[in-house]
């Protein structure tokens, strides 16, 4: 099944705007009562993650939609996604940036990654992310547990994925150091896996990847998915946010469907961020849905019913008002 992930110029324009991020113009609520739902007027910049992944795709149609629909000129940037996105949201660097809820709950609890408790609010549950373990056929790989001495690519540094991936591995019984995890994007490790350097992968991603699709499509039934549904409960006992989820078998050309876990993604943002900024952001998502899900087909999960539903991570009050309103 081959997907297009971005449709029209102006998509791929959007995507062109991306930037090196940049510290938060605080201007940007200028003109709008906070306790209004208006944008208000300044600069946006999105953190994203790997080009080949769902997140560069659909923040660029996020920053499009902005620039269409609001005062606001907004950019986006391709980042090694989530925990490097809340590092560079809380830093200033970035105002809105994607990531994995078992990221941004580490960040509010002050665990994993994140040695204090982070100041971070989210404009609202968005899609999921489902967990992608991906091996060659010829590698004899069929569990976590089998990974031990293998090359395994656990994905971009302080990404989404690496905390999925080590996670994985621990509740497997292993030890980090047992596999030779490979630290690659998502572009390296696909072309790793088509020439035989890396036996097998993990990725946390919307469905379709692009970078899994070229996979699939170049290697065919070369690399197969491993089921890791059993590693559940423990995922579960590390951090809450983990559920149950099926990648259906029409996704990737599959012969099956693939049970897997999943992961719900937020946009994390600062608390100081404006209460009128944060309400029009969100209201935007709702009531634009149709235009992101032009851009990738996982914004179709974008419902006003399940965005507020973002526990641990605290729902900006702004978005809270819009979601109430909307409801």
């Known amino acids: 099944m081959r997907i297009t992930t971005i449709t029209g110029a102006a998509a791929v324009?959007?995507?062109?705007?991306?930037?090196?991020?940049?510290?938060?113009?605080?201007?940007?609520?200028?003109?709008?009562?906070?306790?209004?739902?208006?944008?208000?007027?300044?600069?946006?910049?999105?953190?994203?993650?790997?080009?080949?992944?769902?997140?560069y795709v659909v923040g660029g149609g996020l920053a499009k939609l902005v620039n269409d629909e609001t005062e606001l000129r907004a950019t986006s940037a391709e980042t090694g996604a989530s925990v490097q996105n809340i590092e560079q949201v809380v830093a200033g660097d970035y105002d809105i940036g994607f990531s994995l809820a078992d990221s941004a709950a580490d960040a509010v609890n002050g665990k994993g990654d994140f040695k204090e408790k982070q100041s971070i609010r989210t404009l609202g549950r968005i899609y999921s992310n489902?967990?992608?373990?991906?091996?060659?056929?010829?590698?004899?790989?069929?569990?976590?547990?089998?990974?031990?001495?293998?090359?395994i690519s656990t994905g971009s540094p302080k990404s989404g994925t690496e905390v999925i991936a080590n996670r994985l591995i621990e509740t497997?019984?292993?030890?980090?150091?047992?596999?030779?995890?490979?630290?690659?994007d998502l572009t390296k490790t696909v072309d790793g896996m088509k020439d035989g350097s890396i036996d097998g992968l993990v990725w946390s991603g919307g469905l379709p990847t692009p970078a899994v699709t070229d996979l699939f499509t170049s290697?065919?039934?070369?690399?197969?998915?491993?089921?890791?549904?059993?590693?559940?409960?423990?995922?579960?006992?590390?951090?809450?946010?983990?559920?149950?989820?099926?990648?259906?078998?029409?996704?990737?050309?599959?012969?099956?469907?693939?049970?897997?876990?999943?992961?719900?993604?937020?946009?994390?943002?600062?608390?100081?961020?404006?209460?009128?900024?944060a309400c029009a952001l969100t209201s935007l998502m709702v009531d634009k849905k149709d235009?992101?899900?032009?851009?990738?087909?996982?914004?179709k999960e974008i419902d006003a019913k399940t965005m507020s539903e973002t526990g641990p991570i605290p729902l900006h009050d702004g978005s809270e008002r819009a979601l109430e309103d909307k409801s």
């Open 219 to 277: 290697m065919g039934d070369k690399v197969k998915f491993i089921d890791v549904t059993d590693q559940l409960k423990d995922m579960q006992a590390v951090n809450e946010v983990y559920e149950e989820a099926t990648i259906p078998a029409a996704t990737y050309e599959l012969d099956e469907d693939v049970p897997t876990i999943a992961v719900p993604n937020v946009l994390v943002v600062r608390e100081d961020m404006p209460a009128n900024m």
């Open 291 to 299: 235009e992101l899900v032009k851009v990738h087909p996982a914004a």
């Open 13 to 55: 324009a959007a995507l062109l705007l991306s930037s090196c991020g940049g510290q938060q113009d605080r201007s940007a609520s200028n003109g709008a009562d906070e306790s209004s739902c208006d944008a208000g007027q300044g600069r946006l910049n999105i953190a994203t993650g790997n080009s080949t992944g769902v997140y």
């Open 130 to 151: 489902y967990t992608h373990v991906v091996v060659s056929e010829s590698s004899g790989i069929d569990s976590v547990e089998d990974f031990k001495g293998k090359r």
């Open 172 to 184: 497997a019984g292993l030890d980090l150091g047992d596999v030779k995890r490979q630290r690659l």
